[in-house]
Every structure is written in structure tokens, then in C-alpha cells.
């Protein structure tokens, strides 16, 4: 199983930016796994960003409600974040996780930078 992210870069504040994360070897199971996107900042704890369950149940950190969206797409096995309105605070490396049950597997991280 992998999970490749990608999507990141620098933006001005008030951007945007798509990330993208590609699972693979999961098969047709997939579409079970509740998939979310976390961030880290140097210095701060790991945040739990957006998730979004099988079902398509979907639940976002305060910090980001109403400027992040999280979707997916289970015929390609990729879950998407798209990021508005995006400011300096949301710099970060954001890491892509897919979870059932004893199951929890992490990509490697995007660097987003929100920057004038």
C-alpha cells in the first residue's frame, strides 16, 4: 500500500492550491477507507485538517472550515484537498492518511507555503 501526494508549492496569501493524493494497492476496498489530510508545522503538533469517510462523510478543523474542501474520487483511489483563501498559517507539510480498522497508512507530506 502507498499513498504519494502532490499539489504542494509556494501561493501568496488569498490563493489557492489542489493537492492530490494517489493510493495504490489497496484494490476494491478502497472506497471503505476513511481517508483525511493532516498538517504539520514547524514547531506545532500534527493537525488533523479534513477527513472523509467511506460514506462521504466529511468533517474539517475550525481553523479551515469554510476555505478547505476535502473530496474523492474512488475510481482513481485519490482523495483531494482543495485549499481557498489560503493564509500564512496554513504553511505547513501536509500528509495524506487512509484508515480501517487496524489499518493506518501515511504518505510522505506536501509542502505548502503561504507567502507574500
Known amino acids: 500500500v502507498q499513498l504519494v501526494e502532490s499539489g504542494g508549492g509556494l501561493v501568496q496569501p488569498g490563493g489557492s492550491l489542489r493537492l492530490s493524493c494517489a493510493g495504490s494497492?489497496?484494490?476494491?476496498?478502497?472506497?471503505?477507507?476513511?481517508m483525511a489530510w493532516y498538517r504539520q508545522a514547524p514547531g506545532k503538533e500534527r493537525e488533523l485538517v479534513a477527513e472523509?469517510?467511506?460514506?462521504?462523510?466529511?468533517d474539517y478543523a475550525d481553523s479551515v472550515k469554510d476555505r478547505f474542501t476535502i473530496s474523492r474520487d474512488n475510481a482513481k483511489n485519490t482523495v483531494y484537498l482543495q485549499m481557498d483563501s489560503l493564509k500564512p498559517e496554513d504553511t505547513a507539510v501536509y500528509l495524506c492518511?487512509?484508515?480501517?480498522?487496524?489499518?493506518?497508512?501515511w504518505g510522505q507530506g506536501t509542502q505548502v507555503t503561504v507567502s507574500s
Open positions: 492518511t487512509a484508515k480501517l480498522g487496524g489499518d493506518d497508512y
Open positions: 494497492g489497496f484494490g476494491f476496498i478502497y472506497r471503505l477507507y476513511t
Open positions: 472523509i469517510t467511506g460514506g462521504g462523510t466529511t
